[in-house]
């Protein structure tokens, strides 16, 4: 079971889950111990391994930068739901083997601190705390693969 982290607002960008005075490193244990610190101060002192960030419109909107995901990943969250990605975060997510889920009712059907559950090969996320049932569409198949080899450069390799 995961605890949501709710942040009920449109357009977090990269700058806000890692702020740029941090790229000078690739280390994502490093990044995490300041991811949205700006947003949320105590993020990461709240967060635990698999929790779950929920968030509206246009997530990791700004910058192009893995960092935002490594940060993300390196906190150990298992997933980001938001009504849409930013699609180059969309994409880098998927290229740093990180399973992102869009949903345009997430937030209107989790609350801060809910227990979440998340079933990703039949796209449904279950509300335990408020008995809600949500669907997603999963991830094609080849992204699927992508995540499972740890991303898109362990991918080709494996291909190879």
Known sequence: MAKAHVYNRDHINTDEIIPARYLNTDDEQELAGHCLEDLDKDFVKKVADGDIIVAGEDFGCGSSRE???????GAKVQTVIAKTFARIFYRNAINCGF????????TEHINDG???EINY???VV???TAGARI???PLPDFAIEIIKDGGLLEHIKKAM
Do not use: C, M, Q
């Open 114 to 116: 809910d227990e979440i």
């Open 126 to 128: 279950e509300n335990k």
């Open 99 to 106: 399973y992102l889920i869009e949903s345009p009712e997430a």
């Open 121 to 123: 090969e039949t796209g």
């Open 135 to 137: 669907e997603f569409k």
């Open 67 to 73: 960092h935002a995901v490594w940060a993300i990943r």
